[in-house]
C-alpha cells in the first residue's frame, strides 16, 4: 500500500547522517553516562569460592618468599648460637631478624583504618553527586522538557544539519549538563536506539528517534540547573519510562549483586 508521506535515509556514511528527504521524525541524540564502581564491589559466593580455589592452587604451587627463606635463616643462625662450641660471627648474624619485621609489620597493619565506603551523600540521601554508592555503576538522569511535560531521562537533543551523531551528543551534553563535567566516549557509533510518537504532531513531526552513545564519566560537576540525578540500576527501573528503561538497560552491563 503506498502511503503519500515523506520518509527520511538516515545513511551513516563517514559518520554523517544524510537527508535525502524532509523526515517526518526528528533525529535525537541521547547520552548515556555512566559511573563506574569506585571501590570494589564485594564478592559474591561463586566468586568467594572461586578466590578461595585461586589461593589454595598458589599456595600449593608456589616457591618460598624470601620472607619464609630470611625465617629458615634466623632459625639456622639461633641455633648456631646456642651451641657455645661453634664459632660465630656476630656481624653476619641479623641485628633484626624476620620475626622482628613480622611483628612490626603487624602492628602498623593494626593501626591502619580502611576508609569508609558510605559517603555524607548516601547518609543524607543526596542524588545529584556522583560521590554516592562507591560499590555501584551510577547512571546521570537530568530533568528534560518534552512538549509540556517535564520528564527524567538520559540528557538529549537534536540533530542539527550537518553534524555527525557523536558531534550532536557532544554538543548536547554540554548544553544540558554545562562545561565542567568531563566524560570520555567510548564508540562513534550509537550503542542503543529508541522511538517514541508525540502526543500531537508537533512541527510536522510524528515523534522522535533516539540514537543513544556511552561515556564514562571522568570528572567535574553537572550544572544544577539541570537537576542531575545519579542513580543505580534500580532506581533507574523507579524513575525512567518502562520501555525507555528497558531500551537502556540493555545496553548496560548488568550487576550482579
Known amino acids: 500500500m503506498l502511503l503519500r508521506k515523506l520518509v527520511v535515509a538516515e545513511v551513516f556514511l563517514g559518520h554523517k547522517v544524510i537527508t535525502r528527504a524532509k523526515s517526518s521524525w526528528d533525529i535525537v541524540a541521547g547520552v548515556c553516562i555512566e559511573r563506574l564502581p569506585v571501590v570494589t564491589p564485594p564478592l559474591n559466593e561463586i566468586q568467594k569460592k572461586f578466590k578461595d580455589l585461586l589461593w589454595t592452587i598458589e599456595i600449593e604451587k608456589s616457591l618460598k618468599s624470601d620472607h619464609e627463606l630470611r625465617h629458615e635463616s634466623d632459625k639456622v643462625q639461633a641455633e ?8 660465630v660471627d656476630l656481624d653476619t648474624v ?44 551510577l547512571v546521570l538522569v537530568t530533568n528534560q522538557k518534552l512538549g509540556n511535560d517535564v520528564k527524567t531521562i538520559l540528557p538529549q537533543g537534536l540533530w542539527r544539519e550537518g553534524e555527525t551523531l557523536r558531534q550532536t551528543a557532544e554538543r548536547v551534553l554540554s548544553e544540558r549538563c554545562g562545561p565542567g563535567l568531563k566524560v570520555k566516549f567510548l564508540s562513534n557509533a550509537p550503542c542503543g536506539f529508541y522511538k517514541y510518537k508525540y502526543p500531537a504532531e508537533i512541527n ?10 556511552y561515556a564514562n564519566y571522568n570528572d567535574g560537576e553537572v550544572d544544577k540547573k539541570s537537576k542531575p540525578n545519579w542513580l543505580t540500576r534500580n532506581e533507574l527501573t523507579e524513575i525512567l519510562p518502562e520501555k525507555y528503561n528497558k531500551t537502556v538497560q540493555g545496553f548496560l552491563i548488568e550487576e550482579t549483586y
Open 80 to 87: 648456631l648460637l646456642k651451641n657455645e662450641a661453634v664459632d
Open 204 to 213: 510536522g513531526k510524528s515523534g522522535a528517534k533516539v540514537f543513544f552513545y
Open 94 to 137: 641479623s641485628k633484626i631478624t624476620a620475626q622482628d619485621f613480622e611483628d612490626a609489620s603487624t602492628d602498623e597493619l593494626n593501626q591502619f583504618k580502611f576508609a569508609d565506603t558510605i559517603t555524607e551523600a548516601d547518609k543524607k540521601g543526596i542524588k545529584s553527586t556522583p560521590e554516592r554508592c562507591l560499590q555501584r555503576h
